[in-house]
């Protein structure tokens, strides 16, 4: 079998069952890299005075990482700018806090070329080439224009957004043409594909042909629905190790016969944090009677502190939480405990089974792991109630949760009280319906079906010339 090259934006290099917040990703194409051997190559988070382009290779549980460092222009633009800044929001459909600054877009570009000057010494004739989200759009062109003739796959692990907003960013045409140099594009769902094909249809010209190659003039693409999963029964072992039994107990003490709600999510804007807040308010006020039944623990570990809508939304949850437990708390109940730090994998695992209820609802998500996370570690005998939007790509796969719309504060607040009344009975059909699929469809499942489909390209099409 032929070499596998990874391109991410991080490479987060495997150290075991609790390796970093990438978790089933990383495990996952770990065990590709280590079965078919190949590179990991990214920027490997650190800052330098003068890019270099020099190569800090590593090797660490039968996985190669190669990764170089960025200048600060290149963070601010390429980083925390363009990707985070400008597409990032853009693609989750808030164009309101979209930024559209032509340093971040110069930056960007600067960033990719500078990639693909520092990978291509690294591939080898056939090697397959696997770029990973929206920091690397233009990657696979700029490979192709240093002569790269390998089969080329691109995965967007974030929505697609509307035509209609797309057409919001400046020069979307340009960029998204650069995608027509890759072989094959993975997304999580059909909606985010159809999605792009509207796009590529009504902007570019583009024509779809029956076995679902899109093409404009003499390029082609491939266009593929490939939900990504969790490493499920690795999750689910998890669930039952030392560290997630403690916890699960030190929950269970300290919530003295309440029930958990629980929700796990990157602070983050379009994780919803602050409906979900008001939905939760609305129950307590809505169901008076049950109120004192719950409470909910929200972990928010910060991420992209450094862009200013980060920080923002940290300060309006801050208020939020404050608010909300100072108008419902009592003497021996606190309604809001909101957490802005991380923990160990296994310890989440055991936060998950001790909940009642997960709570899961993103305004827009590609595809969202923490509902898988959530079912892999139930009890089956007694398991919880996953609340998932129906704005994240999970939602496709995963009917049998109590689906909300994640805006109407009524409907998070009657899905609480629905789900806090589910008979045993029903929960347990519920959930062996979703473990079924979360089993099924899991990481390893995900990452074979993109690879066989870009393994499978023909080896000799227009897409390979230089552009
Ligand atoms: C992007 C897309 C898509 C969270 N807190 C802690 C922690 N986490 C872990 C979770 C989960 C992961 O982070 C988050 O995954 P999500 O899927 O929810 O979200 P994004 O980070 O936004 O990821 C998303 C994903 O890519 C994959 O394609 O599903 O739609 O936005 O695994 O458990 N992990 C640890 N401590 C924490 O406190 N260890």
């Known amino acids: 079998m032929s070499r596998l090259i990874v391109i991410s934006n991080r490479v987060t290099a495997p150290n075991g069952s609790n390796s970093g917040a990438q978790g089933g990703l990383a495990v996952a194409l770990a065990a590709a890299l280590r079965e078919n051997g190949g590179i990991w190559f990214g920027w490997s988070g650190e800052q330098t005075d003068q890019f270099t382009g020099q190569i800090s290779m590593q090797r660490s549980e039968g996985v190669t990482t190669a990764t170089v460092d960025l200048e600060e222009q290149d963070i601010d633009e390429y980083y925390n700018g363009y990707a985070n800044r400008t597409l990032w929001p853009l693609f989750h459909y808030r164009i309101d806090l979209a930024e559209y600054e032509r340093g971040f877009a110069g930056g960007y570009q600067r960033v990719n070329e500078r990639f693909a000057e520092t990978v291509r010494p690294l591939i080898e004739p056939d090697d397959v080439i696997w770029v990973q989200d929206y920091h690397m759009f233009p990657l696979g062109q700029e490979l192709r224009r240093r002569g790269c003739r390998n089969r080329i796959g691109f995965f967007l ?97 300290s919530a003295v016969g309440r029930s958990l709600i629980v929700g796990v999510d990157r602070l983050d804007y379009s994780k919803g944090l602050e409906e979900r807040f008001l939905g939760y308010e609305r129950f307590l006020t809505t169901y008076p009677e049950q109120r004192k039944e719950v409470f909910l623990l929200q972990i928010a570990p910060p991420s992209r502190a450094s862009v200013e809508t980060y920080q923002r939304i940290r300060n309006t949850l801050e208020g939020l939480s404050g608010k909300i437990n100072g108008a419902h708390a009592d003497l021996d109940w606190v309604p809001l405990r909101y957490v802005n730090q991380g923990y160990p994998r296994d310890v989440l695992a055991g936060v998950y089974r001790a909940a009642r209820i997960g709570l899961v609802t993103p305004l ?38 109590l689906l909300v719309n994640p805006y109407s504060a009524e409907e998070v607040s009657d899905a609480i009280c629905q789900a806090l009344n589910m008979p045993l009975g029903e929960r347990i ?19 074979k079906k993109f690879t066989d489909e870009l393994r499978n390209v023909p080896m000799e099409t227009e897409t390979r010339l230089p552009v």
């Open 157 to 253: 692990h974030i929505p697609w957004p509307p035509r209609r907003l797309l057409s919001s960013l400046p020069k979307a045409h340009e960029l998204i043409e650069t995608l027509f140099a890759y072989d094959v594009i993975g997304f999580h769902t059909q909606e985010w594909m159809e999605s792009f094909i509207d796009f590529a249809r009504a902007e570019m010209e583009a024509v779809v042909q029956p076995d679902g190659v899109l093409r404009i003039g003499l390029k082609s693409v491939k266009l593929v629905a490939c939900p990504i999963g969790i490493d499920a029964k690795e999750f689910a072992a998890l669930a039952e190790s030392d560290a997630a039994r403690e916890t699960y107990q030190q929950m269970r003490t």
């Open 364 to 401: 827009r998500d590609g595809m969202n792991l923490v509902a898988k996370e959530y079912i892999a570690a139930q009890d089956p005998k007694d398991p919880g109630v996953l609340i998932l939007s129906k704005f994240a790509g999970a939602a496709a796969q995963m009917e049998q949760a």
């Open 429 to 447: 059909a519920r959930w062996q319906a979703l473990k079924a699929g979360v089993d099924e469809q899991d990481v390893m499942w995900w990452l």
